[in-house]
Protein backbone atom coordinates (compact mmCIF):
# COMPACT_ATOMS: atom_id res chain seq x y z
CA UNK A 1 0.00 0.00 0.00
CA UNK A 2 1.16 3.24 -0.86
CA UNK A 3 3.14 5.22 2.19
CA UNK A 4 1.46 8.16 3.32
CA UNK A 5 2.30 11.26 5.33
CA UNK A 6 0.17 13.48 7.35
CA UNK A 7 1.16 16.37 9.92
CA UNK A 8 1.57 14.54 13.72
CA UNK A 9 -0.60 16.90 15.81
CA UNK A 10 -3.12 19.56 15.17
CA UNK A 11 -4.67 22.10 17.53
CA UNK A 12 -8.26 23.96 16.61
CA UNK A 13 -10.87 25.57 19.21
CA UNK A 14 -14.78 24.66 18.99
CA UNK A 15 -16.55 25.50 16.45
CA UNK A 16 -14.02 26.38 13.44
CA UNK A 17 -13.14 24.06 10.55
CA UNK A 18 -10.18 21.67 10.70
CA UNK A 19 -8.62 20.31 7.84
CA UNK A 20 -6.14 17.30 8.16
CA UNK A 21 -3.77 17.34 4.79
CA UNK A 22 -2.71 13.99 3.67
CA UNK A 23 0.28 13.27 0.89
CA UNK A 24 0.27 9.70 -0.83
CA UNK A 25 3.01 10.67 -3.71
CA UNK A 26 2.89 7.00 -4.54
CA UNK A 27 -0.26 6.52 -5.12
CA UNK A 28 -1.23 3.68 -7.38
CA UNK A 29 -4.54 4.10 -10.15
CA UNK A 30 -6.30 1.68 -8.52
CA UNK A 31 -5.75 2.96 -4.87
CA UNK A 32 -8.93 4.43 -2.76
CA UNK A 33 -7.99 7.07 0.09
CA UNK A 34 -9.36 6.39 3.62
CA UNK A 35 -9.75 8.00 6.56
CA UNK A 36 -9.78 6.17 10.27
CA UNK A 37 -10.73 8.28 13.74
CA UNK A 38 -9.59 6.44 16.95
CA UNK A 39 -10.91 8.19 20.19
CA UNK A 40 -8.46 7.02 23.10
CA UNK A 41 -9.32 3.81 24.30
CA UNK A 42 -11.54 3.00 21.63
CA UNK A 43 -10.78 0.95 17.68
CA UNK A 44 -10.19 3.39 14.92
CA UNK A 45 -13.56 4.02 12.93
CA UNK A 46 -14.14 4.32 9.83
CA UNK A 47 -15.05 7.82 8.63
CA UNK A 48 -14.86 8.71 5.27
CA UNK A 49 -13.36 7.48 1.84
CA UNK A 50 -13.03 8.37 -1.75
CA UNK A 51 -11.25 8.22 -5.30
CA UNK A 52 -11.10 11.48 -7.00
CA UNK A 53 -12.63 15.13 -6.62
CA UNK A 54 -14.79 15.61 -3.06
CA UNK A 55 -17.27 13.41 -1.02
CA UNK A 56 -19.17 14.50 1.46
CA UNK A 57 -20.83 12.45 4.71
CA UNK A 58 -22.49 13.62 7.67
CA UNK A 59 -19.28 13.49 9.61
CA UNK A 60 -16.68 14.74 6.91
CA UNK A 61 -15.62 15.96 3.53
CA UNK A 62 -12.85 14.49 1.51
CA UNK A 63 -11.41 16.48 -1.13
CA UNK A 64 -8.73 15.10 -3.57
CA UNK A 65 -6.76 16.85 -6.19
CA UNK A 66 -7.10 15.68 -9.79
CA UNK A 67 -3.06 14.42 -9.42
CA UNK A 68 -4.52 12.54 -5.96
CA UNK A 69 -0.82 12.86 -4.88
CA UNK A 70 -3.13 14.39 -1.34
CA UNK A 71 -5.61 14.35 0.11
CA UNK A 72 -7.78 16.82 2.84
CA UNK A 73 -10.18 15.30 5.35
CA UNK A 74 -12.35 18.73 6.32
CA UNK A 75 -14.03 18.42 9.53
CA UNK A 76 -16.69 21.23 10.03
CA UNK A 77 -16.91 23.17 13.08
CA UNK A 78 -15.20 20.83 15.64
CA UNK A 79 -16.39 20.36 18.88
CA UNK A 80 -14.20 19.18 21.68
CA UNK A 81 -16.00 15.48 20.78
CA UNK A 82 -13.58 15.39 18.10
CA UNK A 83 -10.49 15.17 19.84
CA UNK A 84 -9.28 12.09 18.33
CA UNK A 85 -6.47 10.52 16.15
CA UNK A 86 -7.09 10.58 12.32
CA UNK A 87 -5.20 8.02 10.24
CA UNK A 88 -5.08 8.65 6.16
CA UNK A 89 -5.39 4.99 4.63
CA UNK A 90 -4.47 4.30 1.09
CA UNK A 91 -4.74 1.47 -0.71
CA UNK A 92 -7.33 -0.75 -3.20
CA UNK A 93 -10.40 -2.00 -2.60
CA UNK A 94 -11.16 -5.58 -2.73
CA UNK A 95 -14.40 -6.30 -1.19
CA UNK A 96 -13.14 -5.36 2.28
CA UNK A 97 -10.65 -8.02 1.93
CA UNK A 98 -7.83 -6.01 2.68
CA UNK A 99 -5.32 -5.12 5.76
CA UNK A 100 -5.25 -2.11 7.02
CA UNK A 101 -1.85 -0.27 7.19
CA UNK A 102 -1.87 2.61 9.51
CA UNK A 103 0.46 5.42 9.65
CA UNK A 104 1.21 7.39 12.97
CA UNK A 105 -1.84 9.29 12.20
CA UNK A 106 -3.05 13.13 13.21
CA UNK A 107 -3.47 13.98 16.73
CA UNK A 108 -6.31 16.24 16.87
CA UNK A 109 -6.68 18.21 20.22
CA UNK A 110 -10.13 20.49 20.13
CA UNK A 111 -10.08 23.37 22.76
CA UNK A 112 -12.72 25.21 24.45
CA UNK B 1 -26.92 -4.44 16.32
CA UNK B 2 -23.94 -5.21 18.55
CA UNK B 3 -20.68 -4.06 17.53
CA UNK B 4 -17.28 -6.25 17.79
CA UNK B 5 -16.95 -7.19 21.12
CA UNK B 6 -13.29 -8.11 22.73
CA UNK B 7 -12.70 -10.06 26.09
CA UNK B 8 -10.84 -9.57 28.41
CA UNK B 9 -10.49 -5.56 28.05
CA UNK B 10 -7.23 -5.62 30.09
CA UNK B 11 -5.16 -8.66 31.41
CA UNK B 12 -1.90 -8.06 33.03
CA UNK B 13 0.28 -11.40 33.45
CA UNK B 14 3.76 -12.14 33.85
CA UNK B 15 6.58 -12.94 31.61
CA UNK B 16 6.39 -16.90 30.54
CA UNK B 17 2.28 -17.09 31.47
CA UNK B 18 -0.76 -17.70 28.76
CA UNK B 19 -2.83 -15.13 27.60
CA UNK B 20 -6.09 -15.91 25.44
CA UNK B 21 -7.72 -13.04 23.33
CA UNK B 22 -11.15 -13.63 22.48
CA UNK B 23 -13.13 -11.78 19.84
CA UNK B 24 -16.93 -11.78 18.61
CA UNK B 25 -17.31 -10.33 15.36
CA UNK B 26 -20.45 -8.37 14.25
CA UNK B 27 -22.67 -11.36 13.26
CA UNK B 28 -22.50 -12.15 9.95
CA UNK B 29 -19.38 -10.75 8.92
CA UNK B 30 -17.48 -13.45 7.72
CA UNK B 31 -13.66 -11.25 7.75
CA UNK B 32 -11.90 -10.81 10.85
CA UNK B 33 -8.77 -8.95 11.16
CA UNK B 34 -6.46 -8.78 14.60
CA UNK B 35 -4.07 -6.33 14.89
CA UNK B 36 -2.14 -4.26 17.56
CA UNK B 37 -0.40 -1.68 18.77
CA UNK B 38 2.98 -1.79 20.98
CA UNK B 39 4.06 0.70 22.93
CA UNK B 40 4.59 4.01 20.64
CA UNK B 41 4.66 2.37 17.75
CA UNK B 42 2.16 2.17 15.07
CA UNK B 43 -1.06 -0.09 14.49
CA UNK B 44 -0.07 -3.09 13.15
CA UNK B 45 -1.66 -6.18 11.26
CA UNK B 46 -1.22 -9.19 12.47
CA UNK B 47 -3.92 -11.88 10.54
CA UNK B 48 -7.18 -12.17 8.40
CA UNK B 49 -9.39 -15.18 8.83
CA UNK B 50 -12.25 -15.50 6.32
CA UNK B 51 -14.71 -17.36 7.89
CA UNK B 52 -12.84 -20.31 9.30
CA UNK B 53 -9.57 -20.25 7.17
CA UNK B 54 -6.44 -18.23 7.91
CA UNK B 55 -6.77 -15.73 4.63
CA UNK B 56 -3.46 -13.87 5.73
CA UNK B 57 -1.19 -14.32 8.51
CA UNK B 58 1.73 -12.67 7.39
CA UNK B 59 1.57 -10.16 10.61
CA UNK B 60 2.06 -12.71 13.02
CA UNK B 61 5.40 -11.68 14.72
CA UNK B 62 6.27 -15.14 15.65
CA UNK B 63 5.60 -18.50 16.50
CA UNK B 64 4.49 -17.61 20.08
CA UNK B 65 1.28 -16.41 18.59
CA UNK B 66 -1.92 -18.82 17.70
CA UNK B 67 -4.90 -17.65 16.06
CA UNK B 68 -8.20 -19.86 15.76
CA UNK B 69 -11.47 -18.98 14.76
CA UNK B 70 -13.31 -22.64 14.68
CA UNK B 71 -16.79 -22.72 12.84
CA UNK B 72 -16.48 -18.92 11.51
CA UNK B 73 -17.74 -17.22 14.63
CA UNK B 74 -15.42 -15.46 17.23
CA UNK B 75 -11.75 -15.71 17.54
CA UNK B 76 -9.26 -16.53 19.93
CA UNK B 77 -5.52 -15.15 19.86
CA UNK B 78 -3.21 -16.99 22.31
CA UNK B 79 0.10 -15.71 23.50
CA UNK B 80 2.48 -18.60 24.76
CA UNK B 81 4.63 -18.37 26.53
CA UNK B 82 4.31 -14.26 26.93
CA UNK B 83 7.01 -11.71 26.68
CA UNK B 84 7.47 -8.27 27.57
CA UNK B 85 7.62 -6.99 23.82
CA UNK B 86 3.90 -8.58 23.64
CA UNK B 87 3.03 -5.90 25.70
CA UNK B 88 0.27 -3.72 23.77
CA UNK B 89 -3.18 -3.10 23.15
CA UNK B 90 -5.02 -5.66 20.46
CA UNK B 91 -7.97 -5.00 18.26
CA UNK B 92 -10.16 -6.91 16.47
CA UNK B 93 -11.96 -6.11 13.01
CA UNK B 94 -14.62 -7.53 11.08
CA UNK B 95 -16.26 -6.74 7.94
CA UNK B 96 -18.66 -8.46 5.54
CA UNK B 97 -17.47 -10.85 3.01
CA UNK B 98 -19.96 -8.53 0.41
CA UNK B 99 -22.00 -5.74 0.27
CA UNK B 100 -19.86 -3.86 2.57
CA UNK B 101 -17.97 -0.21 2.12
CA UNK B 102 -14.60 -0.76 0.80
CA UNK B 103 -11.88 -0.61 3.31
CA UNK B 104 -14.37 -0.23 6.33
CA UNK B 105 -13.35 -2.60 8.78
CA UNK B 106 -15.60 -2.41 12.29
CA UNK B 107 -12.88 -2.29 15.83
CA UNK B 108 -13.32 -3.59 18.94
CA UNK B 109 -12.47 -2.00 21.85
CA UNK B 110 -9.17 -3.63 22.09
CA UNK B 111 -7.38 -5.73 24.76
CA UNK B 112 -4.86 -4.29 26.71
CA UNK B 113 -2.27 -6.80 27.61
CA UNK B 114 0.51 -5.97 29.81
CA UNK B 115 3.17 -8.64 30.58
CA UNK B 116 5.42 -7.90 33.31
Known amino acids: LAKTTQPISMDSYEGQEVNITCSHN???????ITWYQQFPSQGPRFIIQ???TKVTNEVASLFIPADRKSSTLSLPRVSLSDTAVYYC?????????????FGAGTRLAVHP | EAGVTQFPSHSVIEKGQTVTLRCDPI?????LYWYRRVMGKEIKFLLH????????ESGMPNNRFLAERTGGTYSTLKVQPAELEDSGVYFC??????????????FGPGTRLTVL
Open chain 1, 50 to 52: GYK
Open chain 2, 27 to 31: SGHDN
Open chain 2, 49 to 56: FVKESKQD
Open chain 1, 26 to 32: NIATNDY
Open chain 2, 93 to 106: ASSPLTGGTYNEQF
Open chain 1, 89 to 101: LVGVPSGGYNKLI
